[in-house]
């Protein structure tokens, strides 16, 4: 019996089953009731009780093989002609690919970024989480001083917690390259406030640094002019207003004017139609000293704004969490524009 099966299942092994009509003889041969595999459990169940454990066990492994031999050949061939009738099937309607589109925000940071890039602006990037000396320190924010609470941080532990600012990516920068410096730095920054529909506990900024020999104030005015100019139009209007910041004397903020004709620009600029979109200042002598800058050779300009503001102001966003909530139905209205 033992050989009988030997015998039968070095007949199936060999067949090559390469064409429809082979793989129906397979069958007709071995998998019907009639076939070659049955008519051994026929005879299967006139052995002794010793011998069918043994046999059973090969008898059943027999059967199982042939059939699986069966399956795959017939998914070989059944996908083969499934394809073949694809490909020559132009009448059918077309596959179509989900396509995804560009976050609101990537939007804005790409094109601020571009700007700043055909100014002569290299891109820097660095760690999220920041230890004390590049967040605040460096950056002339003195120990206990208050000036620390304008910047509501989440710690992670003594002197480590994550950046409050992207001016911790120029410090870096600052320490590790020679003037004349010349980049911009945008990223994630995390602050520990109330989430509301204008703030939320992490936003994204872009910062800017530019250290030179003789740089000026002048210059900061008209890298910031030219940056709205291109960015909001050529006949938008900016202010300066003095400002502070530890890290930059003199200090300013930069405001656009929306003016207050229409009702949702009173109610962004709290009816005085200017709106608010970035800091700025010359370095503070201590920040370039701390990082090994000379300032008594070198003087530079700094610069940072908030992506989410702009995004907001300029695609009429009225809630920020918006941005974050990644609901398909927000995100697709963006789909036109890149
Ligand atoms: N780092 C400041 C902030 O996060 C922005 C700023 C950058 C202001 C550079 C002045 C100069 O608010």
């Known amino acids: 019996m033992k050989q009988r099966i030997e015998e039968v299942k070095k007949n199936f092994l060999r067949q090559e089953l390469a064409s429809p009509d082979l793989l129906e003889k397979f069958r007709l041969q071995f998998l019907v009731k009639k076939g ?65 589109s560009r976050h609101p925000l990537s939007l804005v940071q790409n094109k601020m970024i571009t700007i700043f890039k055909e100014m002569g602006f290299s891109i820097s990037e660095g760690p999220e989480i920041e230890d004390d000396w ?13 000036a620390r609470d304008m910047q509501d941080t989440f710690f992670i532990e003594k002197d480590i917690s994550l950046r409050t600012h992207t001016s911790s990516v120029q ?13 911009i730095s945008p990223g994630r920054v995390y602050r520990n406030e109330a989430i509301s529909a204008r703030s939320n506990s992490f936003f994204h900024q872009i910062e800017g640094l530019y250290i030179d020999k003789g740089v000026s104030f002048a210059d900061l005015k008209q890298t ?44 962004l600029t709290k009816g005085t139609g200017w709106l608010e979109i970035l800091g700025c200042g010359m370095v503070d002598v201590n920040v370039l000293e701390n990082c090994g800058i000379d300032a008594a050779t070198y003087s530079g300009f700094a610069f940072g704004m ?33």
Do not use: W
Request: glycine letters at 8%; one cysteine or more; a negative charge.
């Open 36 to 100: 070659e595999i049955n008519s051994l459990f026929e005879e299967f169940k006139k052995l002794g009780k010793e011998e069918k454990k043994e046999v059973g066990q090969l008898l059943n492994n027999l059967k199982k093989e042939a059939q699986e031999k069966y399956d795959q050949a017939k998914t070989l061939l059944g996908s083969g002609s499934v394809q073949k009738e694809k490909e020559e099937d132009y009448s059918l309607p077309g596959k179509s690919v989900g396509q995804g």
């Open 134 to 146: 590049h967040n605040f320190s460096a950056l002339n924010f003195p120990e206990n001083h208050p």
């Open 171 to 183: 410090v870096r920068v600052m320490e590790n390259c020679a003037p004349p410096i010349r980049t």
């Open 224 to 267: 910031l002019f030219l940056f709205v100019q291109q960015f909001f139009g050529e006949e938008t209007k900016v202010r300066f207003r003095p400002s502070y910041f530890p890290f930059t004397e003199p200090s300013a903020e930069m405001d656009i004017y929306l003016g207050t004709d229409s009702e949702e620009d009173y109610r």
């Open 306 to 338: 908030g992506v989410e503001r702009i995004a907001m102001f300029q695609y009429g966003i009225k809630d920020i969490r918006t941005l974050f909530e990644n609901d398909k139905r927000f995100l697709e209205q963006f789909k036109a524009l890149g």
